[in-house]
């Protein structure tokens, strides 16, 4: 389910496998609780969460006062998360802010609006490399559900694979594409930076994926339209 990046007394790191409930499963195992088994702690507590077709980074909490405290950094957008993902259709842009409100649809689907109340926001640059395949390198300013896949549809370029917002035959992927790769930010005086590539799927295991990742091997350097 998981493989075990880091850990200290506040907090554990792990990267998830696609395709891995966090809560709720049907055989009963959920993530959270595999990894409450596997690394014997009663007391863990989320602070961010992945969808279940979505793998990579994630934080865990290990008692109370560092969920309190990680929650806070997410809250004030004090910790830079930074997502891969991959299409196969050309977007509307190849940079920029996507922003707008989420409103619920049929199936299980969100939908962006135009408005901007409190809305979902976005960064995105991508790259394309053969085949009509693109690399998008995401960095979220907010955390609403399916906010990356909803973010890529409504630009015309959703995410290859996404069993919801893929329009076409997703099953005959292996996967959807989309991988929670970096983590940086600050705590208690420490600073850290967490990086993974993504694996275990025949796209990410392209010559040429490697290749167009070298664009965004560091995104915080990267020029981030409208962020300081």
């Known amino acids: 389910m998981y493989t075990l990046i880091d850990e200290n007394k506040d907090f554990f790191v792990i990267d998830k496998n696609q395709g891995v409930d966090f809560h709720t499963s049907v055989d009963g195992e959920s993530l959270i609780n595999h990894v409450r088994k596997i690394e014997k702690e009663k007391n863990l507590f989320p602070v961010h969460r992945l969808d279940r077709m979505t793998s990579g980074l994630i934080l865990f909490a290990k008692n109370k006062q560092a969920a309190r405290g990680i929650s806070l950094l997410f809250q004030n957008r004090q910790i830079e998360r930074y997502y891969l993902a991959l299409s196969d259709k050309k977007p509307k842009k190849n940079q920029g802010l ?31 490399y053969g085949d009509g395949l693109r690399l ?71 010559e040429r994926f490697g290749a167009a990742l070298e664009n965004f091997k560091e995104p915080w350097l990267l020029k981030w339209p409208g962020i300081a």
């Open 136 to 206: 998008f390198i995401l960095r979220p300013l907010t955390g609403k559900t399916h906010q990356l896949r909803v973010a890529l549809k409504s630009i015309g370029a959703p995410v290859l694979g996404d069993p919801l917002y893929y329009r076409g035959e997703s099953k005959k992927y292996d996967r959807g594409y989309l991988h929670s790769y970096a983590l940086r930010f600050d705590y208690m005086g420490t600073s850290y930076c967490y990086v993974n590539l993504p694996d275990n799927a025949f796209f990410f295991k392209d």
């Open 98 to 128: 996507i922003s707008g409100d989420l409103e619920r649809g049929r199936r299980g689907a969100w939908r962006l609006l135009r408005t901007k109340v409190n809305p979902a926001q976005t960064h995105f640059f991508s790259k394309a």
